[in-house]
């Protein structure tokens, strides 16, 4: 049987920092820690992330709330939700089903920029 711990509900996540009411999301594999996405979040897709257990973000594009896996049914269970130091940026470790990119990638960080060999100092 699961058990939820609220560790501290007196840590109130700063959404008025940002113009738009809006914090970055981190999102993470909870078996092995790879990042899976960034998203963002409005205090409704908070709450209700925080309600259901599953990640509810809202969408910059089309100014919706969007429960991930509602269409895909690549789903995002929540195991654990870190804030940063400032409380405006959160850290979600999901137990996630199916690929967690819209492309049908595993990660949406596919494409390598750069890439440093070597240990030359």
Not at 55 to 82: A, C, D, M, N
Request: charged share 25%; glycine share 6%.
């Amino acid at each position: 049987m699961n058990k939820t711990i609220l560790k501290d509900d007196s840590l109130k996540i700063d959404f008025a920092k940002s113009p738009d009411g809006l914090v970055p999301v981190i999102v993470t594999d909870v078996a092995d820690g790879q990042v899976l996405m960034l998203a963002y979040m409005n205090e409704e897709s908070y709450q209700l992330t925080l309600e259901t257990q599953e990640t509810w973000y809202w969408s910059r594009s089309r100014q919706e709330l969007w429960h991930k896996g509602e269409t895909s049914g690549h789903y995002q269970s929540v195991k654990k939700i870190t804030a940063d130091c400032d409380l405006d940026t959160l850290l979600i470790a999901v137990e996630q089903i199916g690929p967690a990119c819209h492309t049908g990638a595993r990660s949406c960080f596919f494409n390598d920029v750069l890439e440093v060999e070597g240990d030359e100092a």
